[in-house]
């Protein structure tokens, strides 16, 4: 939190209310931004006030002073106390985030691994970053609660924050992202771009691709007699991935007196139970193990690949190189997508994965293989061929792995 202050400000007084204040701040604001003039801003974190007469006032901070003279001693009152009120804001807010990072796992954003995540889901119970958390907004309330560490402070009441030190983005990642593939570039990074942020999180949480599975397969009755049953324990966590699995936290739960979930942790004493469930009445996640979700769970795959443009016969190797055009690429479900690049949404080619009669992949062929390039070839049941190429073996094995098993479901 901070106040703007035009560049004169710091040499003396004003003479301003509050409305006039901000009027002046914002026409300065826009008027100087066009001048380039500097304008002042006072961070509420590290500042002290007091008064200096009947309608003055100081903001004293660890680099300068800056005195202001109020219309009246009312109004200075009321300046007195915004600014007080703004820095106990700052300071209490401050506290909520370091008091969740003590948590180590809670360091890093559950999604994207960005450093020192001031946002969270209060409902998922992960630390996430400003990045991750515009894209959770987007997945809607039933999935993901977003809030601020530091702006919304009444919403962290000691036991929120006592449940994101206990349980913390590890473990909570234990179960939505216990089937990614690991090594694979599925997982998003700080860097990676709005579309492939989306579609990482929609997957993770919206539609649960990563996330663990019960064997054998609990039904809805049996995830709500399981999520009674964990209540009323110290296991959050366990009660965390029934819900996320799709128990109802508003079931019945056959007593008469203590007819829900809530109220069973509530007689159990259990207050970080209560306090989750209570985040999570209104929540909508997908029961676990949908049809065909475990086969077709882990087949997303995203990166660069090169890709020769004509497909009528292989070039040869000086060729190839001139010919390569890198291309940004997905596998979802049955489809490899290519796009020009990462930030467009729609492909400008979409291959069946269906219709592939033959991979062929070129490991070790030095006429190919000179060069950047690493190639595989797909031909499709329609006659034609695809010529892709990676720039490092790992990245062809990968790719090449992840079309196999998109073929080898429709053998
Ligand atoms: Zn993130």
Known sequence: MSMGLPEDSQQGQ?????????????????????????????SMAMINIKSTDRKGFEVITPFRNFCFTAESERKRQEWMEAVQQSVVETLADYEVAEKIWFNESNRSCADCNAPNPD??????????????????????????????????????????????????????????????????????????????????????????????????????????????????????????ILVFSGADTMCTTGDTINSTP????KEAGQRLQMEFLHHNRFSDYKLSDLPNSGTLRNLFYCGFLHKVSSTSKIPNNRKLQEDMKKWWCTIEDNFLCYHENEDTSEPDGVIDLSDVVCLVVHPSDPSLNSGAFFTFEIYLLSERMFLFGTENTESQKEWTKAIVKVILIFI
């Open 14 to 42: 004003q003479f301003l209310s509050r409305d006039q204040y901000r009027q002046s701040t914002s026409q300065r604001s826009q008027k100087d931004a066009k001048a380039g003039i500097y304008i002042t801003d006072i």
């Open 119 to 240: 946002w969270a889901s209060i409902n998922l119970g992960v630390v996430i970053c400003k990045n991750c958390a515009g894209q959770h907004r987007i997945l809607g309330s039933k999935i993901s609660k977003v809030h601020s560490l530091k702006l919304d402070s009444p919403i962290w009441s000691n036991e929120l924050v006592e449940l994101f030190i206990t349980v913390g983005n590890a473990k909570v990642n234990s179960y939505w992202e216990a089937n990614l593939l690991s090594g694979s570039n599925i997982k998003i990074h700080e860097a990676s771009n709005i579309n492939h942020r989306r579609l990482y999180i929609t997957h993770k949480y919206k539609e649960g691709r990563y996330k663990k599975t019960f064997s054998p397969k609990l039904s809805q009755g049996q995830l709500n007699e399981a999520l009674c049953k964990s209540v009323v324990t110290t296991d959050i966590l366990e009660t965390m």
């Open 262 to 265: 809530y109220l069973l942790a």
